[in-house]
């Protein structure tokens, strides 16, 4: 697994990174789009149209509940 996120360490450089939520039963994989001090916003959907993600909505989730995909 990946290593868990902390908001205070994200630079430009880690948008569009591939992350995992793990909260669910299965994890969900997504690309961050932004952050601010209380949460991440991922994109975890865009049909597959992931050159593009930025486009599409990102979904507030908590850093506690993300790993980074390895």
Known sequence: MGDIIEISTL????IGR???YKAGLEGEI???????DIFIFVVY??????DKFQ???AEAT???DLIYKT
Do not use: A, F, L
């Not at 959907?45 to 992931?50: A, E, F, L, Q, T």
């Open 11 to 14: 630079t430009e450089s880690d």
């Open 18 to 20: 591939w992350v995992i």
């Open 30 to 36: 997504g690309k961050i789009k932004s952050w601010n």
């Open 45 to 50: 959907s865009c049909n597959d149209n992931w």
């Open 55 to 57: 486009e599409y909505t």
């Open 62 to 64: 908590e850093p506690n």
